[in-house]
């Protein structure tokens, strides 16, 4: 998407008046402007913006169609990225590029959480089969980082991602797998300061082509 194309749309429903103000709007750095002039508009740009103002997706790439999604249609598209979740003990690909997008309606999404810190991964590996399988897509809300006990969390544990059903008590923290061949692995002690939380799952898919 080009930038003038698109900074073109984007003021005809923001009230940005200068690139400085779409920067402001996107939370961004005046370079990532400077940047997208030379190589495109980022996509999670145009995403922000359709969220944010209930402006359809298509017309802010393309300048067709209608310009507002409908009242009653109105949805919120999550940015699907390439970071891959791991359901067992394999290593992570991890970019955080967008790949594509999710459409959810808005007025149930609003009701989980914080659809701005929203994004869709894809599952790889067993341990939370038959909960979650190999190519499952999930739905994660990255602010919502404080355990809630025998929730699904996505977690960073040694340098990898995974998928895990967290119980924490008493200093403890342990992590459950669905699939009764993966033992449960407790943290306790600074082996906790090693666990990150990246966020809480929320939705999950499966296509059974």
């Not at 790439?61 to 999550?78: D, N």
């Not at 992570?92 to 959810?104: A, H, Q, S, T, Y």
């Not at 008493?170 to 459950?176: D, E, I, N, P, Q």
Request: glycine share 8%.
């Amino acid at each position: 998407m080009k930038f003038d194309d698109f900074f073109k749309r984007a003021s005809q429903v923001t009230e940005i008046g200068s690139q400085k103000d779409l920067a402001n709007l996107l939370g961004i750095e005046p370079p990532a402007i400077t940047l997208a002039k030379t190589r495109g508009v980022p996509k999670n740009w145009a995403l922000t913006i359709s969220n944010m103002f209930g402006v359809s997706l298509e017309w802010l790439k393309t300048g067709t169609g209608p310009v507002y999604q409908s009242s009653k249609a109105r949805t919120i598209f999550i940015p699907k990225v390439s970071a891959r979740v791991c359901a067992g003990s394999g290593s992570l690909d991890v970019r955080d590029n967008i790949i594509g997008e999710m459409p959810f309606g808005r007025s149930w999404l609003s009701q989980l959480g914080r659809p701005e810190s929203m994004v869709v991964m894809d599952v790889v590996g067993d341990s939370m089969s038959p909960e979650l399988e190999p190519g499952d897509s999930i739905l994660l809300d990255q602010s919502q980082t404080e355990i809630q006990s025998n929730k699904l969390y996505v977690i960073g544990l040694a340098d990898v991602l995974q998928v895990k059903r967290v119980q924490a008590r008493s200093g403890l923290v342990t992590l459950y797998s669905a699939n009764q061949r993966y033992e449960p692995v407790t943290l306790q002690g600074d082996e906790i300061e090693t666990l990150r939380i990246i966020g809480r799952v929320l939705w999950s898919s499966r296509n059974y082509a």
